[in-house]
C-alpha cells in the first residue's frame, strides 16, 4: 500500500497542476485586495474569511483541473505515454494549460479594473460575440507584449517541471491502478460538482469581500449554466391573487381602466387623456454608460459634461432616475417595453421575443415611422431581431454609408455619424409627411474611448475623454437638428442606458443606478426639474402621456407626471438580484427565496429584518412575480 502511494505521488502531475492552480488563483486575489483597499478596509476576520473561502472556490476548480488531466493520462495508451513523443505531447499539454491559466489571472484583473467584479454572466455574454470582445481588447490594450508575456512565464514553469513530468512518464501504469485512479478521480469530480456558489454563506454584505472571496473560473462555469432563472422556482413567492392585487394597484392610474379587472397579473388598460392629442416626433437617444455623477448638476468638480449640464436648464430634467439594470439590453428592454427587469437574460437576448407590445406597437398604429438606429453591429446582443420582431425598421452599421462611417472602432462609429444618419432618416420621414419614432443607441462613450481627432481638447483611451466626446456629440447634433423643418415638433427624449460601472459595496448599490434623463422640446415644455423617482420602465408611458395619447396599455411602467408622488419608486436589478427602491428603503430579491431589506441604502445601508416593512417586501414581490408571470402567459404580447 505504501509503495502505492509513493508510486501515486510520484507520477501526479495532474495534482501539482492542482496545486499550481490554487497557488496561482490565491496570488491574484491578493493583488486584487490590495487593489481594492480603499473599498475594503483591514478587518481581520474579513480578510481571513475571504481567503479561506477563496481557498474553497479554487479547490473546486483545482479538482476540474486534476481531473481533466488524470483522466487524459489514463486515457493515452501506456506505451505512447512513455515514448519520446509522449513525453513532448505532455509537456505541450502543460504548457498549453499554463498558458491558459496566465490568460484567464490577466483577463481577471483587466476585468476587474473595469466592472470591479469577478468574471460573471457580463464574460458569460461576451463570449458569444467573440468579434467585439477580441477587437476590444486590441484596442484597449497592449495585446502583443502581454500576450508574449504570459508565453514566457508558462514556457519557464514547463520547462521547470520537465523532470516531474519525466518521472510521471517512467512510472507504469497498471490495470489496478489506473481503476484505482479513474474511480477516486470520478467521486471527486462528483462531489465537487454539487457545489453551487449560492450553497456557501455569504461572508459580508460588502459585495467587494464577497467578490474577492470568490473564483472567476467558477463564477464564469456557474453563469452560463444559469444564465436564465425562473422566477418562481428560485425566488420568494406569494399567493398569485395577493401579487396579482398589488401589481394592479401600483400599476393603473386614475385616467386607466382595467380591460380584465379579474384575470391575474394581466394589467391591459385602457389610457383615456381627455386633451388634444400632440402628433410630434419622438426621438429616444439611449446614450452608453452615461452616469449621473458624470454632471456637475449632480455635484461633479471637473466639467466633463458642459453642454449636458446647460441642455439640464432647457429641459425636464430628471433628478432621481434609474436604470434597471446594468447592461445595454437592459436599458433598451425597459425603454422599449416598460417592464422590470427579468431574471436571467433580458428579454431582448430571449428566443421568442417578438410581437411584443412597445412604444412602437403604439406608435406605428397612430402612423409612425419607428426606427432603431445603431452604430454597430446590431446582431450584436440580438439587437436587430429584437427590434425587427417589434415593429422597428432596423439600421446598422452594414447599412451606413462611407461618408457615415469617418471614425469608428470595433463597437460602432463615432457617435456624431450615428447622428448624422439620424438625421438623415428624420428627413426621409418628414419628406414622407410621416411622424417618427426613433430609438439611437451609441457607441462611443465605451472602451476602448476612441474617437475623431479634433473635436475636444482631450487625449484618446480615457474614459473621461469619451465622456467629453459623447458630451460634444450630443450638442453637434441637437444644433444640426435646430436647422431641420422638423425640429420644433420633435420631443427630444435622452436617457443612459445603465452607469458607467455597477459595482459597489452592497449587492444592488443604488447609486450605481442612478443615471441621467433629459426631455428636451422647447416649443411645448417648459424647462423644470423633476424630483420624482423614476424607473427606466417608467418612459414609455411617460412620453405617450406628453403626447396626450389615449390608447390601450401594457406597460408596467407608469406617466410619471400622472403618478401621484406617494408611488414614486425605481426598480433595479442585476442578473440575479431584483431589487425595489422606495422611500429609502430597498428590497433585494436573489435566488434560493432569499430577501432583504435594506434601509438608507446609499449611505448608511442597514440591513433589517424584512419583516420590518412587509407591505415593501410584497410590492416588490409582486412587481418581479407578476412580470415573469406575464412573460410566460402571454401578457406582454402586443394588442391586436
Known sequence: MLNLHRT????????????????????????????????????LPDYAGLFL????????????????????????????????????????????????????????WFFWGEFNVRFNFIAVDYLVYSREVTGNIQESYPVVPIFSAIALVALLVTFLL?????????????????????????????LVGQLRGNDVPPLSHNMYIEELAHNGVF?????????????????????????????????VLPHETLLKPHDLFDVTRQVTVNKPERRLNVMLITVESLSADYLTQFGREENITPNLDKLATKSLFFTQYYATGNRTVRGLESLTLGIPPTAGSAVVRRPHNDGLFSLASVLNKKGYDSKFIYGGYGYFDNMNAFFAGNGYQV????????????????????????????????????????????????????????????????????????????????????????????????????????????????????ERYHIPLFIYAPKYFAPKQVSQITSQMDVP????????????????????????????????????????????????????RDVELHQDPAVTDKIVSSSTNQALVDEAISYYQGADYALRHGLLKAVE
Open 219 to 251: 463564477q464564469f462555469f456557474y453563469a452560463f449554466r444559469h444564465n436564465n432563472l425562473e422566477y418562481d422556482k428560485f425566488y420568494q413567492l406569494i399567493d398569485e391573487q395577493k401579487a396579482s392585487n398589488l401589481l394592479k394597484a401600483n400599476v
Open 395 to 510: 439600421i446598422d452599421r452594414t447599412d451606413f454609408s462611407e461618408d457615415e462611417q469617418g471614425f469608428a472602432n470595433v463597437w460602432g462609429v463615432a457617435d456624431e455619424y450615428l447622428y448624422l444618419r439620424t438625421l438623415r432618416e428624420a428627413d426621409k420621414s418628414y419628406a414622407a409627411k410621416k411622424p417618427f419614432f426613433s430609438i439611437v443607441m451609441t457607441t462611443s462613450n465605451h472602451r476602448p474611448y476612441t474617437f475623431p481627432q479634433g473635436r475636444i481638447d482631450a487625449p484618446q483611451k480615457k474614459w473621461s475623454s469619451a465622456v467629453k466626446y459623447t458630451d460634444w456629440a450630443i450638442a453637434h447634433f441637437l444644433a444640426q437638428a435646430k436647422k431641420k423643418p422638423w425640429f420644433n415638433d420633435t420631443i427630444f427624449v435622452i436617457s443612459a442606458d445603465h452607469c458607467a460601472g455597477s459595482a459597489g459595496k452592497t449587492a444592488v448599490p443604488v
Open 162 to 190: 520537465r523532470h516531474r513530468i519525466q518521472e510521471s512518464i517512467n512510472h507504469p501504469l497498471t490495470p489496478k491502478l489506473r481503476l484505482i485512479t479513474a474511480a477516486i478521480t470520478l467521486v471527486m469530480l462528483a
Open 541 to 592: 408611458p411617460t412620453i405617450l402621456g406628453l403626447l396626450n395619447m389615449s390608447y390601450i396599455s401594457r406597460f408596467m411602467g407608469r406617466d410619471v407626471f400622472r403618478t401621484p408622488v406617494e408611488q414614486q419608486r425605481a426598480l433595479i436589478a442585476t442578473y440575479q438580484r431584483m431589487g425595489l427602491y422606495k422611500d429609502n428603503q430597498l428590497v433585494i430579491l436573489s435566488p434560493q
Open 53 to 108: 473561502r477563496g481557498l474553497l472556490f479554487d479547490s473546486v476548480v483545482a479538482a476540474y483541473v486534476y481531473g481533466f488531466f488524470s483522466l487524459w493520462g489514463l486515457l493515452v495508451p501506456e506505451k505512447l505515454r512513455q515514448s519520446k513523443i509522449g513525453h513532448k505531447l505532455t509537456l505541450l499539454v502543460t504548457f498549453i494549460y499554463l498558458y491558459g491559466l496566465g490568460f484567464v489571472i490577466t483577463g481577471e
Open 8 to 43: 501515486v505521488w510520484r507520477l501526479n502531475l495532474p495534482a501539482l497542476l492542482a496545486i499550481i492552480t490554487i497557488i496561482a488563483f490565491t496570488l491574484l486575489r491578493f493583488a486584487l485586495l490590495v487593489r481594492s483597499l480603499e473599498q475594503v478596509p483591514f478587518y
